[in-house]
Structures are given as structure tokens and as C-alpha cells.
């Protein structure tokens, strides 16, 4: 066994990394932690160990937080970080027993007080380059990089709860499911789509196949008359047109009247799962129509007149509006008579799904048509919807391939 100026380099990362790790009674790392960085050899290993074990963090931020390093002490990329340098990032970042706060400091800039989208993204690419789940991504970049999109938009959308394109240090300790917590059990699965949240590429493949059906080869910008056709014409007009009207959320595509991968990602999440406080929000601004942050009579008949003239249109009857309208009220016991604040709906989130599914699509509505109100404020949340709907829209694709699987030997 070979010994050196920081002691035995033949023993096993763990022991090694028990060896060099220790703190001063301030919380700062000691200075015999600089062997970490001059052992060239098993470098990324015992960083990705230091990180699990020591800051709650992942192994898969090892390569980014050497990168961080590196530039502070303008490194190059094959030189041992010096203990000064590594003891100054440790000092402006890390809290030993706060994993929220080790995140929230490695990974959004210094001069700023929030996480926006570019600070992750170099952290996603890093997962996409190393996690063995995801090599199915080598087919090319562009799948790279939609996936790292829709990653980021799952991850703003619920910890980013009023869409300011920010996240802060409470919203990281709020939000669940726990972005850190799901960043770091990425570390325990090889198989990617054991880690449903945020990180799952079923639910990504879902999300793009859902788009190309609509968009069509080539083009990457969704239109108002091709939204229309989601889910078998589903959406009704009216709310296709308060959608692309953005009054409940600002579109991020460049060209007017236009919605972006990212902006159909963020609306079938929302279709999808209605249980959500992000749903939640979304679905209330739409049809809140005054904007005056109540729902009224007048605001929810307009929605349901088109409905109930579709409805009528295909043989189908329908509970006349003032009944659902009546029962809603009843057992949300509004503080204002007549007037729903989005607060009422947040106390029962899936009776709250269940109204906003019956006014702006026809499928659910059918589907809400045969159920009981009473019985849907029991159920609570008990289900996640959109896990439910991506499996389903899994198990479908699978019996369509296998269907032209069939007719091509035929």
C-alpha cells in the first residue's frame, strides 16, 4: 500500500473520505480535506460520496460543483483544486444539516437571491451525460435537450407556484414532492423511470409524443386551431380561446399566438392533474373571467352554455348548470355568498378537478357526469392523476405499435 504527503491512497473511497472529511468546531472543512483534490485518481467518487453523505446532496452534482471550483481559482480542468479555494466555497454555501439550503447555494448564482431555469440547467445535463437511465437519449441532441426542458418545467412548475421564473429558499422546503430529495434519489435507481417526479422519462416521452401528434413533423410551434384537436377535439372553444389569450399564463413562445414545447408541457400537466395548487391556479385564472378573483354565476355559465350545446348536439343530457353550481357551493360554504375564491377550491382539490374538468372539456365532462361530488370531496387526493393518465397513455401506445406491428406482417 502506497502512503504520501495526506497519508494511504490504497483504501476504499469510503474510509479515504472518513480520513480527509473533517470540520472545525466553526463548520469549516479542516485543511487535510486538500488530499481530496490532489488524489487524481477516484476523484469524482469521493466527491459524489462527500456529497451524499455529508451535504444531502447527489452524486450527479459532483461535476459541476469541480467545474464551480476550478473557475473560482481559474483552474484548468486537469488541476487539483487547492484547500483555500475549496474552504471559500464551502464558506459562502454550505450548512452542514440543511440539504435545502446546500442546494438552493451550490446551485443558483452568488450575486443572486433565487434559482432561475440556467442555473439548473448545466446540473440537468450533467444527470443526462452520466445517469445510466438515460442513455436512450444518445439518439440526439435535440431529445437531450427537450428532455432537459421538460425536466425544468416540471421542476418550476410546482416549486415555482406563481410562475415568477423564480425559485427561492422556501419554495424548496414548501414544494413536494421535495425537489432535493428527488435529485438525490436519483442516486438509488439505475432504472430513470423509478424516479417519478420531475425525473421520469416515460412521463417526458409522453409529454413530446402528446406535442408531435399535434404539431406535425418539423415544426415546433403549437397553434390555436391545432391545440383544438388535443384529446379528440376535447377542449371547447371558448376555453381554447382563454388559453391563447394568456390571461392565465403568459406564453414563452417567441411568435404571437403560438404556444412552445414548454407552454403545451406546462397546459397537459395542468389538463391532466387539476389537483395540483399549480392546476389549481391555472384552471381558476381561465375561467375567471373578469379577472375580479372570484368565480360567479355569470362567469361559470359561459363556460357551460358551449358545453351543454355539444353535449346536446351529440344526443348526450347533461345536470343542468344551476344544480352543479348550487352543490359546489353548498359544500365549499364560500365566505362571500355567490362568489368562490380560489382558496375555497384549494380545501378540496379533487371536487375542485372535477368542476373545472366539467367546464372546459367534453370527454370529462362525460366522464364527471356518471360521479358524485359529495363522494369526490371524500376522496381528496387520494390518486395522482397524472401518473395515472402517463401509464394509461403508455399502455396505449404500446397496443398501437402492436397493432401495426401485426398489420405489417399481415
Known sequence: MRTGRFGSFGMGPRSRLRQLFSVTTTGQPSVSYTALWTEGSGRHLILSLFLQEKLGLSKYMSEVILGQLRRTGSLMDDQPVPAEIFAAWWSSRIRLGDAESNFFHVVKDQSSGCIVADDLRPFMWAVVHRHPGLEILDQSVELKESYVDTVLCRIFYFCDRFDSKRIHLRDLRQTRPSLVE???????????????????????????????????????????????????????????????????????????????????????????????????????????????????????????????????????????????????????????????????????????????????????????????????????????????????????????????GATEEY
Not at 404539431?215 to 384537436?229: A, I, N
Not at 394568456?246 to 406564453?251: G, T, V, Y
Not at 389538463?271 to 355569470?298: A, M, N, P, Q, Y
Request: glycine share 4%; proline share 3%; hydrophobic share 40%.
Open 182 to 404: 428527488c435529485w438525490r434519489k436519483l442516486d438509488e435507481h439505475d432504472d430513470i423511470n423509478d424516479a417519478r417526479d420531475y425525473f421520469c422519462y416515460l412521463h417526458f416521452h409522453i409529454i413530446l409524443c402528446k406535442f408531435r401528434e399535434l404539431v406535425g413533423d418539423g415544426d415546433t410551434l403549437l397553434d390555436r386551431d391545432r391545440l383544438m384537436m388535443y384529446n379528440g377535439f376535447s377542449f371547447s372553444h371558448r376555453c381554447v380561446d382563454r388559453i391563447f389569450s394568456e390571461e392565465a399564463r403568459k406564453f414563452t413562445s417567441p411568435i404571437p399566438g403560438t404556444m412552445s414545447f414548454e407552454d403545451f408541457a406546462h397546459l397537459i400537466m395542468s389538463d391532466e392533474d387539476k389537483t395540483t395548487e399549480t392546476s389549481l391556479r391555472f384552471w381558476f385564472k381561465i375561467v375567471d373571467l373578469d379577472g375580479d378573483g372570484f368565480l360567479c354565476i355569470h362567469d361559470v355559465r359561459w363556460f357551460f352554455e358551449e358545453q351543454l350545446g355539444r353535449a346536446n348536439s351529440m344526443g348526450e343530457v347533461v345536470v343542468p348548470l344551476h344544480s352543479y353550481f348550487e352543490q359546489l357551493h353548498d359544500m365549499l360554504r364560500p365566505a362571500s355568498p355567490g362568489k368562490i375564491a380560489l382558496r375555497d377550491f384549494m380545501k378540496y382539490p379533487r371536487m375542485a378537478s372535477a368542476f373545472f374538468s366539467m367546464l372546459v372539456s367534453l370527454n370529462k365532462l362525460f366522464e364527471i357526469e356518471s360521479q358524485d361530488l359529495f363522494s369526490l370531496k371524500r376522496q381528496a387526493s387520494r390518486f395522482n392523476d397524472w401518473d395515472m393518465f402517463c401509464q394509461q397513455e403508455h399502455e396505449r401506445m404500446l397496443a398501437n405499435q402492436g397493432e401495426e
